[in-house]
């Protein structure tokens, strides 16, 4: 099947490209993917703990850790794709590590809307040069 030139997202076209991607941290990757993935993630955390309370009586049980454990290496690669976005190098990911700042830092980070041209991580995947490298295999 050909690579598809993709551009805004939707929810599903966002789940579905960051669960394409599951471990890609290369490229870059649209605040709107991100937010979406966030939102499919919060959702299906919120699912699975009520699925654990009715099968296993009210106590946290093995869905919800299935459920973070599956979504946990998609999570940080869109993270790091919408870092590279902004023309961030993936690293600053590890500042979720600092309680509070680093999750502030990240939060402004992550509603910043990414370069409009070309940066050292590949092609504006919503400007006019969407040939020139937003390809999605």
């Keep these: 099947m050909p690579a598809k030139i993709i551009g805004r997202r939707n929810f599903t076209g966002a789940v579905a490209i960051c669960l394409r991607r599951y471990a890609q941290f290369a490229g870059r990757g649209l605040r709107s993917e991100y937010w979406w993935f966030a939102l499919f993630t919060i959702l299906a955390s919120i699912v699975a703990d009520i699925l654990d309370s009715v099968i296993f009586g009210g106590r946290p ?6 459920t973070w454990l599956a979504l946990l290496l998609p999570s940080i ?6 870092l590279h976005d902004i023309d961030r190098t993936g690293w600053w990911w590890w500042t979720v590590l ?11 980070w992550d509603c910043t809307p990414g370069t409009e041209s070309p940066n050292r ?3 504006d995947p919503l400007g006019p040069d969407l040939a020139a490298g937003y390809v999605v295999p």
């Design 61 to 66: 049980g093995p869905l919800s850790d299935l």
């Design 77 to 82: 690669a869109v993270q790091v794709r919408r």
């Design 98 to 108: 600092v309680p509070l700042l680093g999750w502030i830092l990240l939060l402004v």
């Design 121 to 123: 991580y590949g092609g």
